[in-house]
């Protein structure tokens, strides 16, 4: 294990993992994934608007999930296979903690970095002082608003932010107490047609909070609510200027945002139709082939859904792909046909349909990586 494992939480560290995976391929030589993205539960406790599993039917069948030894089993397995950091997601993963902590044991057990994604309203001190005590690396919560009425209008469920608030704080508690540093503190923050004008507000929650950093990211319009919250073209425009003073104000209070991206990228004026630009924001054609590719996440990232489907990223429809790590083995899966043939066509500039649906935030990230490597590869 790398001795510097603190570094995993940081973003050139990251970028170092992923260029050396890069290099690999370059020059082939197979490597395993540095990051897996696992959603192993549909279920949640809310219903955030813009979320996809709440603009389907609600007769979403459960009974195919992941189950905890099959969970157990893809910790060992992925870690042995040399997976370096663990995104835990879902629906909402804290529903099942019966599941969860052991699989995050695993995780910690072989000393690799983990992150948990949740609403943070269904914390306990029994989870927190468990999180603690195993040194979980990052906990990275939900906030769409600093306003308690707008964050609970877009979840969908009323006393939503203060719970989580309110857990957020007892988790930075537990942690003195037990003179911890970890588990860290992050904010996922989607952007809308309630906030775009407020990110400030969500900044100054999260330094309050003793968050180190916030991700925001454009709303994905997968459901008929999604669509009523995104921004008119007007607003795009405010948000504009929004960014640059939000900008400003995280870099006076020392709080990472990832909101630079949105001011120097190439396609900022794309969002939401990145299918279009792919090509144009790729780096040309080269005599190294993986140097053309448009996306680099199936070299570097593997995502397992609740029912064991495996995807090429986390926007990934699982209904696209029937690979399941309970037919085949990750390492089966990831050298095998489906992403052979997917690295295929994205270095040919071949971009997928599924494409059209890519968040903002993996966008910047394949922006960043195509900048790195073109001086370190």
Wanted: aromatic share 10%; glycine share 6%; proline share 3%.
């Amino acid at each position: 294990m790398p001795e510097y494992i603190e570094d995993y939480s940081d973003d050139d560290y990251r970028m170092h993992l992923i260029t050396s995976r890069l290099k690999n391929w370059t020059n082939g030589k197979k490597s395993p994934p540095y990051q897996i993205n696992l959603y192993f539960t549909k279920k949640c406790n809310l219903k955030c608007r813009f979320c996809y599993y709440s603009g389907l039917d609600r007769n979403i069948d459960y009974s195919n999930e992941l189950t905890k030894e099959e969970l157990v089993n893809l910790a060992e397995e992925g870690c042995n296979l040399g997976i370096d950091i663990w995104y835990v997601g879902g629906g909402e993963p804290f529903f099942y903690p019966d599941k969860l902590l052991p699989l995050m044991e695993i995780i910690k057990k072989h000393k690799k970095y983990g992150n948990v994604n949740t609403n943070g309203t269904l914390f306990n001190p029994e989870i927190i002082n468990k999180l603690v005590s195993i040194s979980w690396d990052e906990i990275t919560f939900s906030v769409n608003s600093a306003s308690c009425r707008i964050d609970d209008s877009i979840r969908g469920k009323k006393g939503s932010l203060r719970k989580a608030i309110k857990n957020i704080k007892l988790i930075q508690k537990i942690k003195k107490l037990n003179n911890k540093k970890k588990p860290y503190i992050s904010i996922h923050s989607v952007i809308t047609n309630k906030n775009y004008n407020k990110l400030r507000h969500i900044i100054k929650l999260g330094y309050s909070l003793g968050a180190y950093g916030i991700n925001f990211t454009h709303i994905m319009e997968d459901t008929e609510y999604a669509k009523e919250l995104k921004l008119t073209e007007k607003q795009k425009e405010l948000f504009k200027k929004e960014v640059r003073q939000a900008v400003q104000y995280s870099e006076k209070l020392g709080i990472f945002t990832n909101l630079k991206s949105y001011i120097e990228s190439e396609i900022n004026d794309n969002i939401g139709q990145y299918y279009s630009v792919l090509k144009e924001t790729s780096v040309k054609k080269d005599k190294n082939n993986l140097l053309s590719s448009i996306c680099f996440e199936p070299w570097t990232q593997i995502s397992v859904f609740a029912d064991g489907t495996v995807g090429i990223c986390g926007v990934w429809n699982p209904a696209l792909n029937s690979e399941n790590i309970r037919k085949k083995s990750i390492s089966e899966i990831w050298y095998g046909d489906f992403f052979t043939k997917v690295r295929a066509s994205l270095v040919n500039q071949k971009p997928l349909d599924e494409c059209r649906d890519c968040a903002s935030s993996r966008i910047f990230k394949n922006e960043q990586i195509k900048n790195h490597i073109k001086d370190n590869l």
